[in-house]
């Protein structure tokens, strides 16, 4: 059974930084791209950023582009993100999502792209 596990939300003050992590078990971790998303409340889920296999390629959102820090542990199996400098703006749930090999750009940054996801975990940035 495959299973996305995020960790690490919850509620912080702006400026403050919080580290999310995400273990994904039952898939071959070293194979799949991996994203983060967000949906905050009445929006779409939007991408956040994405890593591929070996880490070689990393791509951000221009609103995170300089705070948020996207990495991976293949020996762990697990992908992070950190986020500093976080802004009000940034409250939303946190998806980490799985894609199978490579792809290209527009897939990597879309949630259609991932065919798998995690349940979400809550940031939530107070003023």
């Known amino acids: 059974q495959v299973q996305l596990v995020e960790s690490g939300g919850g509620v912080v003050q702006a400026g403050g930084s919080l580290r999310l992590s995400c273990a994904p078990s039952?898939?071959?971790?070293?194979?799949?791209?991996m994203g983060w998303f967000r949906q905050a409340p009445g929006k779409e889920r939007e991408f956040v950023t994405f890593?591929?296999?070996?880490?070689?390629?990393?791509y951000y959102t221009d609103s995170v582009k300089g705070r948020f820090t996207i990495s991976r542990d293949n020996a762990k199996n697990t992908v992070y993100l950190q986020m500093n400098s976080l802004k009000p703006e940034d409250t939303a749930v946190y998806y980490c999502?799985?894609?199978?090999?490579?792809?290209?750009?527009?897939?990597?940054?879309?949630?259609?792209?991932?065919?798998?996801w995690g349940q979400g975990t809550q940031v939530t940035v107070s003023s």
């Open positions: 890593i591929t296999t070996t880490g070689a390629r990393i």
């Open positions: 999502a799985g894609r199978s090999g490579f792809g290209m750009m527009e897939l990597l940054t879309a949630p259609r792209g991932y065919d798998r």
């Open positions: 039952g898939l071959p971790f070293s194979s799949y791209a």
